[in-house]
């Protein structure tokens, strides 16, 4: 009879020794934050959170490809730009003597020009001493027309709701003998509604 309670009031003991531990471990918490980002506007549209920054993989080019001046790499890479929530003008009362404007989108690139076309992107000057020469690069719209730095591209009109402007970009080589190395660049962009 001894032995059977001994083994109960061990087993009582190992358990509940146990218990505060669990409780214990139960209550350790932890955790983060979350940033949100983000702004109100009075424009015709928003701007998709898509296209707040964008990242364009412009891939390798050869220097072989970039070796006569005016010369470009073969394949563009191309990029979006969304627009949520557009309201636009009603054109539909719209007559000669009193013409209604559809609302148009125009984007404005600007960065660094190149100092052998200014109306193209300087490149590799994220890379110092290992950056690629005589490189810069071009913009287009979907039409295939070159964007020059600091002027609008063709002014869009806009669909109510969502839309999206399409545009590309290519390695250009002004004046040809391109070295080889970093040949990024940095584009900001702006829109203007009409």
Do not use: H, W
Not at 31 to 55: D, K, L, Q
């Amino acid at each position: 009879m001894k032995l059977k309670f001994k083994k109960r009031a061990l087993l009582v003991l190992g358990v509940s020794a146990l218990l505060p531990m669990g409780s214990a471990l139960a209550a350790t918490t932890s955790g983060g934050s979350v940033n949100f980002n983000g702004s109100v506007v009075t424009s015709a549209c928003a701007i998709s959170a898509n296209s707040a920054n964008i990242n364009v993989d412009m891939g390798e080019v050869r220097t072989a490809t970039l070796a006569a001046a005016g010369s470009e790499a073969s394949m563009a890479k191309t990029f979006s730009i969304a627009f949520e929530d557009c309201v636009i003008a009603d054109t539909s009362a719209s007559t000669d003597a009193n013409p209604i404007a559809a609302t148009t989108v125009a984007v404005t690139f600007s960065g660094t020009p190149d100092a052998n076309d200014a109306r193209s992107l300087a490149a590799g000057l994220n890379g110092g001493s290992a950056s690629a020469q005589n490189v810069a690069i071009r913009l287009y719209d979907e039409q295939g027309n070159v964007v020059k730095l600091g002027e609008a591209a063709t002014a869009i009109p806009l669909r109510k709701g969502s839309n999206t402007l399409n545009f590309s970009a290519k390695y250009y080589s002004p004046t040809g003998s391109a070295t080889a190395g970093d040949a990024s660049a940095v584009a900001t962009y702006t829109v203007t509604y009409s």
